[in-house]
């Protein structure tokens, strides 16, 4: 087959469109010849109507790309160049679940932070890890590129126990890049963001515009209620002058961190029988709202629609990224992928969120040296943390689960990671097949 071959593991996505728009983009750099979406029996009913969706978005422009589906995975992958992970184990049902459990404890409930992420990764880890296996016999040269939350812990995973090519990817860097861009009225081309740290806890130590640092002017923007936000974090005010003391640009999901309290106390009123429900019950509402578009036989394009589900700018990550290592580019792309000594004080082998240089061997990090100590302690504790959720998930251990979580900075004290814990195990039972004697 000439041209590339493209597979979506979890291609009954609601985010599926995005990513096919990506490629109808780029089609005059990336020759696709086939882009197979897979997902599992529960998920026939969305995964076809996404692809007939994608079917009429290709052939709306000409584009002579084939758009398949199956459920065997193994079949999928024969012949695959690149292989895109963007499934969420349970369904939202599960992340739900995620959201709500903590809460009885005071403690925040969140798709890929704190114990409702830990819950996610241990449902994960399993099933990365099987569609690796089934890589390194079928695709051995094929690229991962992991999509699916919490994307650095899974792809730290991936990194230490698998032999896949793997890079990890998050749409946040890039969401942060067009928002200061709006910010400053200017070009996202001219804008370029010093970023570093982890998944869902980067930061932009520098903002340069045309080569001049604009730093202090994005903070002031910010200051004065303009906010960096996405659509599933709730859109709080920034402290002024905790952002002038900073010095850096803070992303989305610092607010978990920085603004614990006041987080905490939305997401229980949402929780409660008169709230607006959480994230997870949104979002089901707004999927069932876009695949009823997506049923439209006249409709041939991604939606505006689905800029609501918080996926924005998904498929210019993850596509030109994929170019970048096809056409051997050398750009340079925000990933989440091995450290290799880029930040100093973190393990070598351990996988941060950083600025590399793409090339068709992958990602070479960009030396970032020692972090400040304004951000350098909540690092350490969230990639200590990270690194032993990824023994847990992987080995099945419930005493790295527990310590896990009691390093965990928004766990407030052992007794409560214990019952985190207990809850956790009961609740996903059927997604944890590692933890079972």
């Not at 932009?204 to 045309?210: A, D, Y």
């Not at 240089?357 to 970032?368: C, D, E, Q, R, Y």
Request: overall charge negative; some cysteine; aromatic content about 6%.
């Amino acid at each position: 087959m000439s041209g590339l071959k493209v597979v979506v593991i979890g291609g009954g996505s609601s985010y599926t469109p995005e990513l096919i728009d990506g490629f109808i983009r780029r089609a005059a750099e990336l020759p696709v010849a086939e882009i197979c979406l897979v997902d599992i029996l529960a998920g026939q009913h969305k995964l076809d109507i996404v692809a007939a969706l994608a079917r009429r978005m290709v052939a709306r422009v000409g584009l002579d790309s084939k758009i398949t589906t199956t459920m065997d995975r193994a079949a999928a992958l024969q012949g695959a160049d690149f292989v895109v992970t963007q499934f969420r184990v349970g369904g939202l049902a599960a992340r739900a679940r995620d959201e709500r459990f903590p809460l009885q404890y005071g403690v925040l409930g969140q798709e890929t932070t704190g114990p409702g992420g830990f819950a996610k990764a241990l449902r994960t880890i399993p099933v990365i890890l099987d569609i690796c296996r089934d890589m390194t016999e079928i695709c051995p040269e094929a690229w991962l590129i992991n999509f699916t939350n919490p994307a650095g812990l899974i792809t730290e995973s991936v990194q230490k126990y698998t032999k896949v090519k793997c890079l990890g990817l998050c749409n946040v860097p890039i969401h942060m890049k067009m928002t200061i861009a709006k910010l400053l009225d200017a070009d996202a081309n001219d804008v370029f963001i010093d970023f570093a740290g982890l998944n869902h806890l980067v930061w932009g130590r520098k903002v340069w515009h045309k080569g001049i640092d604009v730093t202090a002017s994005v903070l002031e923007k910010m200051q004065d209620g303009a906010a960096l936000t996405m659509k599933n974090i709730p859109d709080l005010k920034w402290d002024g002058d905790f952002l002038r003391s900073l010095g850096m640009v803070p992303c989305p999901y610092h607010r978990y961190y920085y603004m614990t309290d006041s987080i905490l106390a939305e997401e229980q009123a949402a929780a409660t029988a008169g709230g607006a429900g959480t994230r997870a019950e949104i979002v089901q509402a707004v999927e069932e709202s876009l695949f009823k578009l997506y049923q439209n036989p006249e409709l041939a394009e991604k939606p505006a629609e689905l800029e609501k589900r918080g996926g924005a700018y998904y498929s210019d990550a993850a596509v030109s990224l994929i170019s970048a290592i096809y056409n051997d580019k050398r750009e340079i792309h925000t990933v989440n992928t091995v450290n290799q000594g880029a930040i100093s004080g973190l393990p070598t082998n351990c996988v941060i969120e950083t600025n590399c240089v793409i090339s068709k061997n992958g990602a070479m990090p960009l030396t970032v040296g020692t972090l400040p100590p304004e951000i350098a302690g909540l690092v350490q504790q969230v990639k200590a943390y990270e690194m032993l959720a990824v023994e847990a998930g992987v080995h099945g251990d419930s005493n790295k689960a527990l310590q896990a979580l009691a390093n965990h900075p928004l766990i407030p004290s052992v007794r409560v990671a214990k019952q985190l814990l207990a809850d956790l195990l009961s609740l996903h039972a059927a997604y944890l097949p590692q933890f079972k004697d």
